[in-house]
C-alpha cells in the first residue's frame, strides 16, 4: 500500500534543502514546503475535513496549486482539480456532482465565486490562494499556513480517495473519474521503470495545467525523484521558453500543440534550451513531421511519449526515448503509443472481449493496479467499463509483435484538440438545443497546431436561415470555448445514416468531407 | 494488486519468440516456457495443490528451476526454495516447518531424498527434475510437464503468498519469510525505476543460487524486462566466466566473494567479458578495494549495489550506476548502501522508536509493499519485527543529508561470509553442545575472499583439553559447513561480560583480538 505523500518524507530526507518550488520570486526547498503543507493540511482539519471529502480547486498553475495537492493528500481527503477552460455551468456541475465542501480560487476565478456559490450549495469555505490582496470574504491561503501548526499525516494509503478528475462524457455530462492513492503512485513508478529514471538535478517545469492528470502525475513522479519543480502560470510559447532559461528547466510535458508552438516559435533560437534533458508527450497523436522537428530543434533532449487515460492514472503503454528512431529500422515505432508498461497488463480483445492475436485490430483494454476505482456515483457506468477487472478503454487498436500499442480509433468518438478531448456527443447535445437545427455530427478535422479541430456539420431544418456564425455563438453559451466547433459546414441533404439510425460519420470523415 | 505471472503474458505478448531460458543445450522462447509453465502448473494442480500449499525445490540452477518458480505461482501455492549448503537435519527442519507437500530435486540431492522423507511426514509427492535418468520411485519433471494440458492461471495477487524463504533465525531456528505477490513484484519494479532501466536484449546470467531471493528477485525482475535467463548450476569462478562469454551475457548479480574470484581469476584476460553492462552486488558490505578492482577490470560495465534483507522482498536501498565514483566528490558513497527507493520509506531510529535526524546512527528500519506478510506460524515473533507497520531490520545505520544509508553495524549479531548469513548465536548454540566447552563467543573477522570469516572464541571448562580442530568437527556435525568456524581461539581468561551478563562482542572483534 502505498501513500502519496511518501515523496514528501523521502525528499526531506535525502534533499531537505534543495528547492522543491519555484514560481515568480519564490523559491522553497523540500523541507520548507513539506512543513507548509502540513500546516495547510491542519487548517483543512480544522475547517472540517474528513477522510474522502472533496477539496476543488479552481487556478492556473502555481507553487501553492502544488502544495494544495499534497495537502489534502496528508489532510485525508480528495482533490478536484477543476478545468480552468469550462464555462460556469461546466464548472458548477462538477463542483454539485463532487459535493466538494472546499473550493480554493486564484485571482483569475475571484470574480466567477458568486455565480458558482450560487449554483452550488455543497461549498462551505472558499480559500483564495491567488497573489493579490487578501479579500474579506475569503479565507486567506497564507493565513491558513500561518496559523496552524503542522499535522500529522494521515498516512491514507493503498485503495484510499486521492482525487476526483473530471473527464468529459460520452453521455454529455463529465464523469468524476476516482483515482486511488496506489493507482497515482504505481503509475508514477511504471514510469520511472520504463523511461524516466533517476538523474540527480531535476527541474520540472510545470507549464501544462495543473488541473491535467499528465500534469498532476509530474507531481507524483517528479516528488519520487526529489526534483524542483518550477510553475508558470499557463502555458505560452515565450513565458515558457523563458522558463526553461530561467529555471534550467531539465523537463517537461507538452501535447502536441504546444510543442509545435514552443518549437517553431520565432525566436526558439534566442532561449538557451540546453538544460532540457528529456521531454515527454502524449495525449493525441503526435504528427510525424513535428516529432522531427522538435528532434532536429532540440538535439540533445531526449523524448518520451505516455499513453493511457485519466481512467488508467492515466498511464499504460510508453514510447521510450530509445524508440525514437528517425530513420531505418524501428522507425515506423514513431507511429505506435509505445510498449506495454509494467505496472499493468494491456491488451486487445475483440467485441466479446476475447484476446486477439498480435496484430489484430480490436478494442484496448487494461488491468493494474493503476485502474480507476471507479465513476463517481455511477455504478452502472463504472460496470460497463470495468469488466471482469479489465479497463475497458474504448479506444481501438492493435499490439505488434514486439509489444508496441499502436492506437487506431477512438471508440468513444473522441476529438483531441489541442491536448483536450473533446467528445462529439457532448457539442452535438449543444448544437441540438437550437432549434433550427434538424440534424448534426460533429468531427475532428486535422489542423496544424490543435492536431484536431472541433468540426460540425448541420442540417438546418426546412425554412431555418441559421449561419454557421450563429451555431458557433450558440455553442459558446452552452459549454467550454474549446469544445465549440472552430468551423461549420451547413449541409441540406440529410447526413448518411447507419442501419441503427446512427450517423456514419467514417462517411464523414476527412478524406470523405468536401469541407 | 500485482500477480508474478504478469510478466509472463507480457513477454509472450512482446517477445514469444525471444529466448526465455538457456541452459547446457537447451533454449526455449518465451512461449515455450510459459507454455511448459502452465503445464507443471497443471500437473501440480492435478496433483493436489491447493492455494498456498507449499512446494519444496532443493536444486542447483537449472531452466527447470525457473519454470518451478513461475509454475507454483501459476498454479497458486507458494515456493520454499531450500539452501543447498544446509545439512540434511537443516533441510528436514525446513521441510516440516513449512509443511511442504511437493519435493523437487535435481541429481545432485537425489541421494539424500531417502533420509528426508524419513524426517519428514508431510512430503506426497517427490519429483525429479535432474538431468539423468528418469527413477522409478520418483515423479520425472518432464513426464508431468508432457502428460498435461495447460492450466489456466490461478492469478494470485498482492497479499498472496508466494513463497517462504528461509532465513538463519537469532534463536538458532531458520525463520520461513513469508513474501507476498506484491511484495516480489513491487521490490522489482523499484529496482527498474532506480538503476535496472529496460534495455532491449538483456542477457541474465543465474550463476547465484537460484534458491537466494536475491537471484528469485533477478528472476522476477529479469522477467519484467523481458530478458533471456541464462544458467549455470552453481557459481564457479571459470565457468562464469566462459558462460559470459558463450551467452553473451549483459547482466549478473554477484556477492563481493564471488566477484574477487571472478575478476582476480588468472584466466580472466582470455575471455570477452565486453557483453557485461551492469553487475549488481550485495549481501555484504563490498570492500573498496576490490570495487576499484572490478571497475577497472571491467570499464565498460556498470555497477549496482543492493541493500535489504529476505524479510524486505529484498530491496530497500540502491546505490546506482551514477554514485559510483572512485575519486573526488561522491566517492565517500561508495562506502554506502545507497539511497532509500521509492517503493519504500527507510528511516533510521533509536531505542524507543523513535526516529533520529540524519546522520545519527540507529536502527534501520523500512515500511512499504514490500515488507513480509510475517515470519511463517510464528506471530510473537512477527509482531515484536513489525512494529506500527514498520520492519525493524536489526541493522544499525545512518542516513546523510543526500538520503545515502550507511550500514554501521548488524544489530542481529550475523556474520556475512560469502554471501552467505551466519547467525553467531546459531553456531555459538551448536559450539555449546559440546560439553567440554564453558563460555563462547563467534565473530566475524576480515577475510579476503568471503569478505567475513566465521571465527570462534572458547573457554573450555576446567579440566578440559579440548582442540581447535574438535571444535570445528563438532560444529560440522550440527550445522550447515559455511556456518562452521574457519578458525578458534581457545582462551583461558573468561570473555569480557556486559553489565547484562552478555559477552562484550565488540572487545573481540578484530582490533581488539590478539587472535
Chains 1, 2 share one sequence.
Not at 459549454?479 to 451547413?490: D, L, M
Amino acid at each position: 500500500m502505498f501513500n502519496l505523500t511518501q515523496p514528501l518524507r523521502q525528499a526531506v530526507q535525502a534533499a531537505a534543502d534543495v528547492l522543491a518550488t519555484r514560481f515568480l520570486d519564490r523559491d522553497r526547498t523540500w523541507s520548507e514546503v513539506t512543513e507548509r503543507i502540513a500546516r495547510l493540511a491542519a487548517a483543512l482539519i480544522a475547517r472540517g475535513l474528513k477522510p474522502d471529502d472533496r477539496v476543488a480547486v479552481l487556478a492556473l498553475n502555481s507553487d501553492r496549486y502544488f502544495e494544495l495537492y499534497y495537502a489534502v493528500w496528508w489532510a485525508g481527503g480528495a482533490i478536484v482539480p477543476l478545468n480552468t477552460r469550462w464555462n460556469d455551468r461546466e464548472t458548477v456541475y462538477a463542483l454539485d456532482d463532487s459535493e466538494s465542501s472546499m473550493l480554493f480560487v486564484d485571482d483569475a476565478f475571484l470574480e466567477v465565486v458568486p455565480a458558482l456559490l450560487e449554483g452550488c450549495g455543497h461549498i462551505r469555505t472558499v480559500v483564495h490562494m491567488g497573489e493579490g490582496e487578501a479579500r474579506e470574504d475569503l479565507l486567506s491561503y497564507e493565513s491558513m499556513v500561518a496559523a496552524h501548526e503542522p499535522a500529522e499525516d494521515t498516512m491514507r494509503a493503498g485503495d484510499d480517495l486521492a482525487g476526483l478528475f473530471y473527464t468529459g462524457g460520452t453521455t454529455g455530462f463529465p464523469k468524476g473519474v476516482m483515482l486511488s492513492h496506489d493507482g497515482l503512485y504505481i503509475s508514477g513508478l511504471g514510469g520511472m521503470a520504463t523511461a524516466i529514471s533517476d538523474m540527480p538535478d531535476y527541474v520540472f517545469l510545470h507549464h501544462a495545467p495543473m488541473f491535467h492528470l499528465a500534469d498532476a502525475m509530474m507531481i507524483v513522479t517528479g516528488s519520487m525523484l526529489r526534483c524542483t519543480h518550477a510553475m508558470i502560470p499557463q502555458f505560452e510559447p515565450k513565458a515558457s521558453l523563458e522558463a526553461v532559461q530561467r529555471f534550467r528547466a531539465t523537463n517537461a510535458i507538452f501535447v502536441p500543440t504546444m510543442l509545435a508552438m514552443f518549437v517553431r516559435h520565432p525566436d526558439f533560437d534566442q532561449y538557451d534550451l540546453s538544460s532540457l534533458k528529456l521531454i515527454g508527450y502524449g495525449a493525441s497523436p503526435m504528427p510525424t513531421a513535428l516529432l522531427r522537428e522538435t528532434m532536429e530543434r532540440l538535439p540533445h533532449t531526449e523524448l518520451f511519449q505516455g499513453y493511457g487515460q485519466t481512467e488508467l492514472s492515466p498511464l499504460a503503454t510508453m514510447l521510450a526515448p530509445e524508440d525514437h528512431v528517425l530513420e531505418g529500422p524501428g522507425s515506423e515505432r514513431l507511429k505506435s503509443a509505445g510498449r506495454v508498461m509494467p505496472h499493468c497488463e494491456t491488451e486487445i480483445v475483440d467485441e466479446s472481449l476475447q484476446p486477439v492475436p498480435s496484430g489484430t485490430i480490436g478494442q484496448i483494454r487494461v488491468r493494474g493496479p493503476n485502474v480507476m476505482l471507479g465513476y463517481w456515483k455511477q455504478p452502472a457506468l463504472t460496470a460497463e467499463t470495468i469488466v471482469d477487472g479489465w479497463l475497458l478503454t474504448g479506444d481501438a487498436g492493435y499490439i505488434d509483435e514486439a509489444g508496441f500499442l499502436y492506437v487506431v480509433d477512438r471508440v468513444k468518438d473522441m476529438i483531441v484538440s489541442g491536448g483536450e478531448n473533446v467528445y462529439s456527443v457532448e457539442v452535438e447535445n449543444a448544437i441540438m438545443e437550437h432549434e433550427g437545427i434538424g440534424q448534426c455530427a460533429v468531427i475532428g478535422i486535422p489542423h496544424e497546431f490543435w492536431v484536431e479541430q472541433v468540426h460540425a456539420l448541420v442540417v438546418p431544418k426546412p425554412g431555418s436561415e441559421i449561419t454557421e456564425q450563429e451555431i458557433i455563438d450558440h455553442c459558446h453559451e452552452h459549454i467550454a470555448g474549446y469544445k465549440c466547433p472552430r468551423s461549420v459546414e451547413i449541409r441540406r441533404e440529410p447526413l448518411p445514416l447507419s442501419g441503427a439510425g446512427k450517423v456514419l460519420k467514417r462517411e464523414l470523415r476527412p478524406d470523405k468531407t468536401t469541407g
